[in-house]
Protein backbone atom coordinates (compact mmCIF):
# COMPACT_ATOMS: atom_id res chain seq x y z
CA UNK A 1 0.00 0.00 0.00
CA UNK A 2 1.52 3.33 -1.28
CA UNK A 3 1.08 6.21 1.44
CA UNK A 4 0.06 9.66 0.75
CA UNK A 5 3.26 12.15 1.66
CA UNK A 6 1.98 14.38 4.63
CA UNK A 7 4.13 17.08 5.57
CA UNK A 8 3.69 20.26 8.48
CA UNK A 9 4.36 23.79 8.24
CA UNK A 10 6.37 26.28 11.02
CA UNK A 11 3.34 26.88 12.75
CA UNK A 12 2.48 23.22 13.54
CA UNK A 13 5.57 22.32 14.48
CA UNK A 14 6.23 25.18 16.75
CA UNK A 15 2.44 23.92 17.96
CA UNK A 16 4.44 20.35 18.62
CA UNK A 17 6.91 21.95 20.83
CA UNK A 18 4.47 24.36 22.78
CA UNK A 19 1.82 22.09 23.10
CA UNK A 20 3.88 19.35 24.28
CA UNK A 21 5.96 21.25 27.12
CA UNK A 22 2.63 23.15 28.13
CA UNK A 23 1.05 20.25 30.30
CA UNK A 24 -1.62 20.22 33.21
CA UNK A 25 1.34 20.53 35.30
CA UNK A 26 1.66 24.28 35.01
CA UNK A 27 -1.56 25.11 36.17
CA UNK A 28 -0.80 24.18 39.71
CA UNK A 29 3.10 24.57 39.53
CA UNK A 30 3.10 28.25 40.72
CA UNK A 31 1.02 26.89 43.75
CA UNK A 32 4.09 24.53 44.73
CA UNK A 33 6.91 27.12 43.86
CA UNK A 34 5.33 30.00 46.15
CA UNK A 35 6.43 27.72 49.30
CA UNK A 36 9.79 28.64 48.38
CA UNK A 37 9.39 32.44 47.68
CA UNK A 38 10.24 34.65 45.00
CA UNK A 39 13.26 32.57 44.85
CA UNK A 40 11.37 30.47 42.21
CA UNK A 41 11.53 33.15 39.41
CA UNK A 42 15.28 32.71 39.47
CA UNK A 43 14.16 29.00 39.62
CA UNK A 44 12.67 29.39 36.08
CA UNK A 45 15.45 31.80 34.77
CA UNK A 46 17.89 29.08 35.32
CA UNK A 47 15.94 26.25 34.16
CA UNK A 48 14.47 28.59 31.19
CA UNK A 49 18.48 28.85 30.34
CA UNK A 50 19.46 25.38 30.51
CA UNK A 51 16.22 24.52 28.27
CA UNK A 52 17.21 27.50 25.42
CA UNK A 53 20.72 26.22 25.79
CA UNK A 54 20.20 22.12 24.91
CA UNK A 55 17.10 23.75 22.42
CA UNK A 56 19.94 25.22 20.80
CA UNK A 57 21.62 22.24 20.78
CA UNK A 58 18.93 20.52 19.14
CA UNK A 59 18.42 23.26 16.60
CA UNK A 60 21.98 23.09 15.36
CA UNK A 61 21.42 19.24 15.14
CA UNK A 62 18.65 19.32 13.22
CA UNK A 63 20.59 21.49 10.53
CA UNK A 64 23.40 18.55 10.34
CA UNK A 65 21.08 15.79 10.03
CA UNK A 66 18.56 16.99 7.84
CA UNK A 67 14.57 14.78 7.03
CA UNK A 68 15.52 12.12 9.20
CA UNK A 69 13.11 11.34 11.86
CA UNK A 70 13.90 10.16 15.14
CA UNK A 71 15.34 13.38 17.06
CA UNK A 72 17.44 12.33 20.44
CA UNK A 73 17.78 8.84 18.80
CA UNK A 74 19.24 9.93 15.79
CA UNK A 75 21.36 12.60 16.95
CA UNK A 76 22.60 10.31 19.47
CA UNK A 77 23.17 7.22 17.44
CA UNK A 78 25.41 10.00 14.68
CA UNK A 79 28.23 9.97 17.83
CA UNK A 80 27.71 7.11 19.57
CA UNK A 81 26.48 4.35 17.34
CA UNK A 82 23.88 2.03 16.93
CA UNK A 83 24.05 0.88 21.02
CA UNK A 84 23.55 4.21 22.82
CA UNK A 85 21.17 5.29 19.98
CA UNK A 86 18.90 2.08 20.78
CA UNK A 87 19.10 2.63 24.76
CA UNK A 88 18.32 6.60 23.96
CA UNK A 89 15.40 5.22 21.51
CA UNK A 90 14.03 2.52 24.04
CA UNK A 91 13.74 4.41 26.92
CA UNK A 92 12.33 7.35 25.03
CA UNK A 93 9.73 5.08 23.89
CA UNK A 94 8.90 3.58 26.85
CA UNK A 95 8.88 6.84 28.46
CA UNK A 96 6.17 8.27 26.02
CA UNK A 97 3.69 5.60 26.11
CA UNK A 98 4.10 5.48 29.98
CA UNK A 99 3.85 9.41 30.12
CA UNK A 100 0.71 8.73 27.69
CA UNK A 101 -1.65 6.60 30.49
CA UNK A 102 -0.44 9.13 33.06
CA UNK A 103 -1.54 12.39 30.84
CA UNK A 104 -5.05 10.66 30.54
CA UNK A 105 -5.21 10.34 34.23
CA UNK A 106 -4.66 13.76 34.52
CA UNK A 107 -7.17 14.90 32.15
CA UNK A 108 -9.62 12.78 34.05
CA UNK A 109 -8.39 14.56 37.19
CA UNK A 110 -9.33 18.07 35.76
CA UNK A 111 -12.51 17.24 34.23
CA UNK A 112 -13.71 15.99 37.78
CA UNK A 113 -14.64 19.67 38.46
CA UNK A 114 -17.36 19.16 36.33
CA UNK A 115 -18.10 15.71 36.25
CA UNK A 116 -17.67 14.79 39.93
CA UNK A 117 -18.61 11.59 39.94
CA UNK A 118 -15.26 10.63 37.83
CA UNK A 119 -13.44 11.14 41.27
CA UNK A 120 -15.37 8.39 42.89
CA UNK A 121 -16.36 5.85 39.90
CA UNK A 122 -13.45 3.81 38.76
CA UNK A 123 -14.97 1.80 36.27
CA UNK A 124 -16.55 5.40 34.51
CA UNK A 125 -12.66 7.14 34.82
CA UNK A 126 -11.29 3.97 33.34
CA UNK A 127 -13.49 3.71 30.52
CA UNK A 128 -13.39 7.60 29.64
CA UNK A 129 -9.79 7.58 29.75
CA UNK A 130 -9.82 4.51 27.38
CA UNK A 131 -11.61 6.31 24.93
CA UNK A 132 -9.61 9.51 25.21
CA UNK A 133 -6.66 7.44 24.28
CA UNK A 134 -7.90 5.76 21.32
CA UNK A 135 -10.02 8.49 20.04
CA UNK A 136 -6.09 10.38 19.83
CA UNK A 137 -4.57 7.35 18.94
CA UNK A 138 -7.48 6.91 15.71
CA UNK A 139 -6.79 10.99 14.99
CA UNK A 140 -3.12 10.34 14.38
CA UNK A 141 -3.55 7.57 12.37
CA UNK A 142 -5.43 9.64 9.99
CA UNK A 143 -1.97 11.04 8.96
CA UNK A 144 0.48 13.99 10.65
CA UNK A 145 -1.83 16.25 8.76
CA UNK A 146 -5.11 15.65 10.83
CA UNK A 147 -3.12 15.42 14.22
CA UNK A 148 -1.12 18.51 13.28
CA UNK A 149 -4.62 20.58 13.19
CA UNK A 150 -6.04 18.88 16.55
CA UNK A 151 -2.08 20.10 17.77
CA UNK A 152 -2.46 23.57 17.01
CA UNK A 153 -5.96 24.05 17.47
CA UNK A 154 -5.22 22.66 21.58
CA UNK A 155 -2.03 24.81 21.44
CA UNK A 156 -3.96 27.88 20.78
CA UNK A 157 -6.73 26.95 22.99
CA UNK A 158 -4.36 26.24 26.33
CA UNK A 159 -2.17 29.91 25.53
CA UNK A 160 -5.30 31.73 26.42
CA UNK A 161 -6.49 31.14 29.63
CA UNK A 162 -2.72 31.45 30.16
CA UNK A 163 -2.41 35.29 28.64
CA UNK A 164 -5.56 35.93 30.02
CA UNK A 165 -4.16 35.73 33.14
CA UNK A 166 -1.16 37.80 32.21
CA UNK A 167 -2.60 40.44 30.76
CA UNK A 168 -6.09 41.21 32.76
CA UNK A 169 -4.29 40.43 35.89
CA UNK A 170 -1.94 43.19 35.65
CA UNK A 171 -5.38 45.24 36.76
CA UNK A 172 -5.22 43.00 40.23
CA UNK A 173 -1.75 43.12 40.36
CA UNK A 174 -0.46 43.75 44.40
CA UNK A 175 2.80 44.47 45.29
CA UNK A 176 2.54 43.37 48.67
CA UNK A 177 0.90 39.45 48.15
CA UNK A 178 4.51 39.00 46.87
CA UNK A 179 6.20 36.54 48.65
CA UNK A 180 9.15 37.09 50.32
CA UNK A 181 13.18 35.76 48.73
CA UNK A 182 13.00 32.76 50.52
CA UNK A 183 10.71 31.31 52.61
CA UNK A 184 11.74 28.05 53.41
CA UNK A 185 14.23 28.56 56.30
CA UNK A 186 16.92 26.44 54.13
CA UNK A 187 20.39 28.86 51.68
CA UNK A 188 19.84 30.67 49.04
CA UNK A 189 21.73 28.21 46.72
CA UNK A 190 19.57 25.29 48.39
CA UNK A 191 16.50 26.82 47.59
CA UNK A 192 16.99 27.96 44.19
CA UNK A 193 18.36 24.09 43.26
CA UNK A 194 15.34 23.15 44.53
CA UNK A 195 13.32 25.12 42.38
CA UNK A 196 14.98 24.44 39.91
CA UNK A 197 14.72 21.15 40.00
CA UNK A 198 10.71 21.59 39.60
CA UNK A 199 10.68 23.64 37.18
CA UNK A 200 12.79 21.56 34.99
CA UNK A 201 10.05 19.26 34.19
CA UNK A 202 7.89 21.48 32.51
CA UNK A 203 10.43 21.98 29.40
CA UNK A 204 10.55 18.51 28.67
CA UNK A 205 9.58 18.66 25.39
CA UNK A 206 12.05 21.16 23.74
CA UNK A 207 12.96 18.26 21.55
CA UNK A 208 9.63 17.28 19.61
CA UNK A 209 9.93 18.87 16.60
CA UNK A 210 12.89 17.03 15.67
CA UNK A 211 11.43 13.69 16.35
CA UNK A 212 9.08 13.90 12.94
CA UNK A 213 11.54 16.07 10.83
CA UNK A 214 11.01 13.79 7.69
CA UNK A 215 6.93 14.95 7.63
CA UNK A 216 7.89 18.71 8.03
CA UNK A 217 8.37 21.22 5.43
CA UNK A 218 12.16 22.18 4.49
CA UNK A 219 13.26 20.70 7.55
CA UNK A 220 16.50 22.44 7.60
CA UNK A 221 15.11 25.75 8.48
CA UNK A 222 11.85 24.36 9.88
CA UNK A 223 12.97 22.26 12.31
CA UNK A 224 15.04 25.00 14.07
CA UNK A 225 12.95 27.87 14.14
CA UNK A 226 10.34 25.65 16.05
CA UNK A 227 12.62 24.66 18.47
CA UNK A 228 13.63 27.67 19.60
CA UNK A 229 10.46 29.33 19.20
CA UNK A 230 8.57 27.00 20.87
CA UNK A 231 10.92 27.19 23.63
CA UNK A 232 11.32 30.92 23.69
CA UNK A 233 7.40 31.37 24.11
CA UNK A 234 6.99 28.94 26.48
CA UNK A 235 9.66 29.98 28.72
CA UNK A 236 8.02 33.57 28.18
CA UNK A 237 4.26 32.46 29.30
CA UNK A 238 5.56 30.56 32.62
CA UNK A 239 7.68 33.29 34.08
CA UNK A 240 5.22 35.73 33.40
CA UNK A 241 2.47 34.16 34.77
CA UNK A 242 4.66 33.03 37.75
CA UNK A 243 5.03 36.83 38.46
CA UNK A 244 1.53 37.31 37.53
CA UNK A 245 -0.03 34.79 40.20
CA UNK A 246 1.99 35.93 42.92
CA UNK A 247 0.71 39.63 42.83
CA UNK A 248 -2.44 38.17 42.30
CA UNK A 249 -3.02 35.60 45.51
CA UNK A 250 -2.35 36.15 48.85
CA UNK A 251 0.54 33.91 50.37
CA UNK A 252 -1.90 32.28 52.07
CA UNK A 253 -4.28 31.32 49.37
CA UNK A 254 -1.90 30.30 46.39
CA UNK A 255 0.08 28.26 49.08
CA UNK A 256 -2.92 26.10 49.76
CA UNK A 257 -4.89 25.88 45.90
CA UNK A 258 -5.02 23.08 44.40
CA UNK A 259 -5.85 25.18 41.20
CA UNK A 260 -4.05 28.82 41.64
CA UNK A 261 -4.80 29.35 37.92
CA UNK A 262 -8.93 29.33 38.07
CA UNK A 263 -8.65 31.22 41.63
CA UNK A 264 -6.73 34.12 39.95
CA UNK A 265 -9.89 34.28 37.33
CA UNK A 266 -12.15 34.01 39.69
CA UNK A 267 -11.17 37.14 41.27
CA UNK A 268 -11.00 39.02 37.99
CA UNK A 269 -14.43 37.02 36.53
CA UNK A 270 -16.19 35.49 39.25
CA UNK A 271 -17.12 31.31 39.09
CA UNK A 272 -17.38 32.11 34.95
CA UNK A 273 -13.48 33.18 35.14
CA UNK A 274 -13.48 29.77 37.09
CA UNK A 275 -15.03 27.67 34.45
CA UNK A 276 -12.65 29.11 31.67
CA UNK A 277 -9.29 28.17 33.43
CA UNK A 278 -10.93 24.47 33.78
CA UNK A 279 -11.50 24.19 30.48
CA UNK A 280 -8.09 25.42 29.39
CA UNK A 281 -6.62 23.18 31.50
CA UNK A 282 -8.48 20.07 30.06
CA UNK A 283 -7.97 21.33 26.69
CA UNK A 284 -4.43 21.98 27.86
CA UNK A 285 -4.16 17.90 28.50
CA UNK A 286 -5.60 16.97 25.72
CA UNK A 287 -3.21 18.78 23.49
CA UNK A 288 -0.38 16.82 25.73
CA UNK A 289 -1.62 13.71 24.91
CA UNK A 290 -2.39 14.14 20.85
CA UNK A 291 1.35 15.00 20.73
CA UNK A 292 3.05 12.54 22.54
CA UNK A 293 1.05 9.91 21.52
CA UNK A 294 2.47 11.69 17.85
CA UNK A 295 5.53 11.27 19.32
CA UNK A 296 5.88 7.34 20.35
CA UNK A 297 4.70 6.80 16.98
CA UNK A 298 7.37 8.63 15.10
CA UNK A 299 10.44 7.57 17.48
CA UNK A 300 9.06 3.95 17.04
CA UNK A 301 9.26 4.28 13.12
CA UNK A 302 12.76 5.83 13.33
CA UNK A 303 14.16 3.42 14.96
CA UNK A 304 12.71 0.86 13.24
CA UNK A 305 13.81 1.94 10.25
CA UNK A 306 17.29 1.57 11.48
CA UNK A 307 17.03 -1.95 11.91
CA UNK A 308 17.28 -1.08 15.95
CA UNK A 309 13.19 -2.03 16.89
CA UNK A 310 11.23 -4.73 14.75
CA UNK A 311 10.02 -4.21 11.75
CA UNK A 312 5.96 -3.61 11.90
CA UNK A 313 6.70 -0.44 13.89
CA UNK A 314 7.82 1.15 10.32
CA UNK A 315 4.86 -0.14 8.79
CA UNK A 316 2.73 2.95 7.46
CA UNK A 317 -1.04 3.31 6.60
CA UNK A 318 -2.54 4.96 3.09
CA UNK A 319 -2.17 8.28 5.33
CA UNK A 320 1.54 7.94 6.01
CA UNK A 321 0.98 7.21 9.49
CA UNK A 322 3.10 4.76 11.21
CA UNK A 323 0.04 2.74 12.24
CA UNK A 324 1.02 -0.23 14.26
CA UNK A 325 3.11 2.36 16.32
CA UNK A 326 0.21 3.64 17.99
CA UNK A 327 -1.76 1.28 18.05
CA UNK A 328 1.30 -0.77 20.01
CA UNK A 329 1.80 2.54 22.08
CA UNK A 330 -2.17 2.80 22.97
CA UNK A 331 -2.39 -0.62 24.05
CA UNK A 332 0.92 -0.25 26.14
CA UNK A 333 -0.90 3.33 27.37
CA UNK A 334 -4.11 1.59 28.21
CA UNK A 335 -2.63 -0.79 30.22
CA UNK A 336 -0.66 1.72 32.82
CA UNK A 337 -3.86 3.78 32.91
CA UNK A 338 -5.67 0.59 33.83
CA UNK A 339 -3.49 -0.08 36.80
CA UNK A 340 -3.63 3.30 38.37
CA UNK A 341 -7.42 2.34 39.24
CA UNK A 342 -6.37 -1.22 40.41
CA UNK A 343 -6.12 -1.15 44.35
CA UNK A 344 -2.79 -1.79 45.42
CA UNK A 345 -1.09 -0.21 42.29
CA UNK A 346 -1.35 3.42 42.74
CA UNK A 347 2.48 3.79 44.18
CA UNK A 348 3.60 1.39 41.65
CA UNK A 349 2.19 2.98 38.99
CA UNK A 350 3.50 6.67 40.40
CA UNK A 351 7.30 5.11 40.96
CA UNK A 352 7.05 4.08 36.93
CA UNK A 353 6.01 7.48 35.67
CA UNK A 354 9.00 9.05 37.94
CA UNK A 355 11.20 6.82 36.29
CA UNK A 356 10.00 7.77 32.59
CA UNK A 357 11.56 11.47 33.49
CA UNK A 358 15.18 10.01 33.89
CA UNK A 359 14.13 8.28 30.44
CA UNK A 360 13.54 11.39 28.99
CA UNK A 361 16.48 13.23 30.45
CA UNK A 362 18.91 11.03 29.40
CA UNK A 363 18.66 11.28 25.76
CA UNK A 364 19.36 15.64 26.43
CA UNK A 365 22.59 14.25 27.92
CA UNK A 366 23.54 12.09 24.83
CA UNK A 367 22.37 14.30 22.56
CA UNK A 368 24.88 16.73 24.09
CA UNK A 369 27.58 14.45 24.48
CA UNK A 370 27.21 13.83 20.91
CA UNK A 371 27.48 17.39 20.14
CA UNK A 372 30.42 17.68 21.64
CA UNK A 373 32.25 14.72 20.61
CA UNK A 374 31.22 15.41 16.78
CA UNK A 375 32.33 18.64 17.13
CA UNK A 376 35.97 17.67 18.85
CA UNK A 377 36.06 15.41 15.73
CA UNK A 378 35.28 18.10 13.31
CA UNK A 379 32.62 15.63 11.03
CA UNK A 380 30.76 18.42 10.13
CA UNK A 381 32.02 21.99 9.28
CA UNK A 382 31.14 24.98 11.86
CA UNK A 383 31.51 28.80 11.30
CA UNK A 384 32.67 29.21 15.19
CA UNK A 385 34.04 25.81 16.58
CA UNK A 386 34.55 27.22 20.25
CA UNK A 387 30.90 28.87 19.96
CA UNK A 388 29.86 25.41 19.80
CA UNK A 389 32.11 23.64 21.87
CA UNK A 390 31.14 26.17 24.62
CA UNK A 391 27.45 25.34 24.16
CA UNK A 392 28.01 21.52 23.64
CA UNK A 393 29.52 21.46 27.07
CA UNK A 394 26.86 23.70 28.46
CA UNK A 395 24.68 21.59 27.42
CA UNK A 396 26.00 18.44 28.91
CA UNK A 397 26.73 19.92 32.28
CA UNK A 398 23.16 21.61 32.64
CA UNK A 399 21.52 17.82 31.56
CA UNK A 400 24.01 16.26 34.02
CA UNK A 401 22.64 18.36 37.07
CA UNK A 402 19.16 17.88 35.99
CA UNK A 403 19.68 13.80 35.90
CA UNK A 404 21.70 13.85 39.44
CA UNK A 405 18.79 15.93 40.66
CA UNK A 406 16.41 13.69 39.68
CA UNK A 407 17.67 11.89 43.49
CA UNK A 408 20.10 8.39 43.24
CA UNK A 409 16.85 6.05 43.61
CA UNK A 410 15.23 7.58 40.28
CA UNK A 411 18.32 7.69 38.49
CA UNK A 412 19.46 3.79 39.71
CA UNK A 413 16.09 2.19 38.41
CA UNK A 414 16.00 4.62 35.45
CA UNK A 415 19.08 3.30 34.17
CA UNK A 416 18.17 -0.71 35.04
CA UNK A 417 15.47 0.32 33.13
CA UNK A 418 17.54 1.28 29.99
CA UNK A 419 19.50 -2.02 30.50
CA UNK A 420 16.27 -3.86 30.19
CA UNK A 421 16.56 -3.06 26.56
CA UNK A 422 20.06 -4.63 25.99
CA UNK A 423 18.42 -7.63 25.40
CA UNK A 424 16.18 -6.34 22.84
CA UNK A 425 19.00 -4.86 21.35
CA UNK A 426 21.33 -8.28 21.26
CA UNK A 427 17.76 -9.54 19.36
CA UNK A 428 17.33 -6.90 16.70
CA UNK A 429 21.08 -7.46 16.25
CA UNK A 430 20.68 -11.56 15.50
CA UNK A 431 17.61 -10.49 13.44
CA UNK A 432 19.56 -8.80 10.91
CA UNK A 433 22.59 -10.38 10.99
CA UNK A 434 20.69 -13.16 9.78
CA UNK A 435 18.26 -11.07 7.07
CA UNK A 436 21.90 -10.22 5.64
CA UNK A 437 23.26 -13.75 5.08
Known sequence: ?????????????????????????????????????????????????????????????????????????VYSKAGFGDFLGFLVAWGYWIACWVSNGAIAIAILGAASFFIPELAINSTL???????????????NSRGIKESGKVQLFTTIVKIIPLLFIILFGLFFFKIENFPSFNLTGESNFSSLSTVASLTLYAFLGIECATIPAADIHNPEKTVPRATMLGTVITTILYILATIILFGMLPLEILQESPAPFAEAAKIMGGDLGGYFVAVGVIVSGIGVLNGWILITGQISMATAKDELFPDFFKK???????????????????????????????????????LTVIATLLPYLFTAASYLLIIIEKKFETKSWFKSLVL??????????????????????????????????????????KKNK
Not at 47 to 55: D, P, R, S, V, W
Not at 125 to 139: N, R
Not at 325 to 330: A, C, E, K, Y
Open 125 to 139: SVSLGLSLIWFFTWI
Open 316 to 354: KNKKGAPVNGFVIGGILSSVVMSLNYTEGLVEQFQFIVQ
Open 392 to 433: ATLGFLYSFWAIYGSGPETVYYGFLLLLMGIPVYVYMKWITT
Open 1 to 73: MKSKTQKIGLLTATSLVVGNMIGVGIFVLPAVLSNYGSVSLLGWLFTATGALILAKIFSNFSKIIVSKSGGPY
